[in-house]
């Protein structure tokens, strides 16, 4: 039998079609996916663009109703992106005249008040409001409460008077008004105006009243800033409440009128000093007051500055000098109450320049305060230090919470000092590491 002899070249086998089958299926659901991607989102385009149009015409529809059919403030259409708007006054539904207002803080800027004039309107029996009628100088013949003024506020600040440029070396007058509640043991105490500050800039001070109850000095308030003018209205009411009837006696109004300085201390103006004890105040009826403005440095005009009794060890080697401020008497009195709260500043001065400063605490309620409180300054130029270009400033001041700490007087100590310093410092020198003490005036 006859073999075949196998044939020569590779092997062949069939192709599987299913290959081709498997990437086709793959294509399609691509192209099914994105169409259908596709779709959702341009029917989501078309639900926003139909959606703003609907806002749109609401939009025009309901300015046309308020504003009329015709009217040029109604847009053409919404906008989506509108600038802010200036926020307007909100009027009192009960009244035409009279604007719902907030005392802002004295940094914050005053609205301007309106031209139309107002219109005489009953007064509102609104009794929570906070805004009072302008000052009358005397008490009137039949008082009623501050709730039922309102309605001369908005007027008074139309019609300021003319303000004067010459004060003849007056500070004007403060008006206020003062109420008590009994059944709340409640005392309202309302500042009205400033009439005839002195103008220490051309176009008049910023000034804004501060009060505060005494001898506790723990009930403070201010009012808000009225810019540029000699005779401001406040028309702002403060309520203090915890305050019995049998109390009142003992309780003094403090006003200080202060001028805004926006880069620096504010300036004191003055002060009005009320005691309840001479008034007769009546349960729910107001009396209005008038006070002239006084000025602040008056109460030592015809007192001294007092005494205060200093220590001091100088120590070579150590180029140190030891203060230790004992105690002060005869100091003025700086509050209503017949009292002060002292404390001390040092200051160590080396060829005219402050190097060093250091302070007591506080002595409240004391005009002869001890403090018995030790300082240790360095002195440069050491070892070969000496006294001869060093010199020692003393500040005893007045604390106060509600204004800046008052300068009750002076001291300084040194070489090129005068009189009693002058002496208690060649002392100091000539007796090295030894505690000398003596007592010294204080000056202006």
């Not at 100088?137 to 003024?149: Q, W, Y």
């Amino acid at each position: 039998m006859k073999m075949l002899a196998p044939q020569d070249g590779p092997d062949i086998t069939p192709v599987d079609s299913s290959g081709e089958w498997h990437g086709a299926t793959f294509w399609m659901v691509i192209c099914g996916a994105a169409a259908l991607v596709l779709t959702t989102l341009a029917a989501l385009a078309c639900w926003i663009a139909r959606r703003r149009n609907s806002l749109a015409h609401k939009l025009d529809i309901n300015c046309k109703l308020k504003l009329g059919v015709g009217s040029k403030r109604c847009p053409d259409k919404a906008l989506v992106f509108q600038p802010p708007r200036r926020a307007t006054a909100v009027r009192s539904p009960g009244s035409a005249t009279h604007y719902l207002r907030k005392s802002p803080s004295p940094t914050a800027p005053v609205p301007p008040a309106t031209t139309s004039p107002p219109q005489p309107q009953p007064p509102p029996q609104n009794p929570g409001s906070g805004n009072t009628s302008p000052h009358t100088p005397t008490a009137p013949s039949e008082p009623t409460p501050l709730s039922k003024e309102l309605a001369d506020a908005n007027a008074t600040e139309k019609t300021k008077p003319i303000e004067p440029e010459n004060n003849d070396g007056k500070l004007g007058d403060l008006h206020f008004k003062l109420r008590y509640e009994i059944e709340k043991n409640a005392l309202v105490v309302s500042v009205v105006s400033c009439q005839g500050l002195p103008g220490r800039e051309p176009a008049g001070p910023d000034p804004y009243v501060k009060l505060q109850l005494l001898p506790e000095k723990q009930h403070k308030v201010k009012t808000r800033v009225v810019r540029k003018t000699r005779c401001p209205v406040y028309d702002e009411d403060f309520t203090f409440y915890g305050l019995p009837p049998y109390q009142l006696g003992a309780i003094t109004l403090h006003f200080v009128v202060l001028s805004f300085d926006r880069y620096s201390r504010d300036e004191i103006i003055g002060e009005v000093v009320a005691p309840l004890s001479s008034l007769q105040l009546q349960s729910g009826e107001a009396m209005a007051l008038c006070r002239e403005i006084q000025p602040r440095s008056l109460k030592m005009r015809s007192v001294g500055r007092g005494e205060v009794l200093v220590s001091l060890c100088w120590q070579p080697a150590a180029a140190r000098l030891t203060v230790v401020l004992l105690k002060a008497r005869n100091l003025p009195k700086m509050d209503v109450t017949g009292l002060a709260d002292p404390y001390v500043k040092m200051y160590l001065l080396y060829n005219g320049q402050r190097i060093a400063k250091k302070k007591t605490h506080v002595k409240k309620r004391t005009l002869n305060p001890v403090f018995n409180e030790s300082f240790v300054f360095e002195v440069p130029a050491a070892p070969n230090a000496t006294l001869d270009h060093v010199s020692l400033e003393l500040l005893v001041l007045d604390w106060d919470r509600v204004t800046k700490n008052e300068v009750i007087g002076r001291l300084e100590l040194g070489a090129e000092g005068a009189g009693g310093a002058r002496h208690h410092w060649r002392e100091v020198q000539a007796a090295p590491r030894r505690q000398i003490a003596d007592w010294h005036k204080l000056k202006e």
